[in-house]
């Protein structure tokens, strides 16, 4: 079964988005290894709360619009 685990920043995707997101990458997935593995293959998509996550020891924050 082929899993994606997505961690986006919270709100940065709309709920269509993640669909989109989803399902191209399911079609992603059935590209590599046939049509066999589309029934049981796992999308996630991981929203992580603004200032949840950084990179060398920089908090990454959404900018305001």
Do not use: C, W
Request: aromatic content about 10%.
């Amino acid at each position: 079964m082929p899993f994606a685990n997505y961690k986006l920043p919270q709100d940065s995707l709309t709920s269509a988005q993640k669909e989109d997101l989803i399902h191209k990458t399911t079609e992603l997935m059935v590209g590599f290894f046939g049509e066999t593995v589309r029934p049981t293959t796992m999308v996630l998509v991981e929203e992580i709360k603004d200032g949840g996550y950084g990179r060398a020891d920089e908090v990454f924050v959404m900018p305001d619009d």
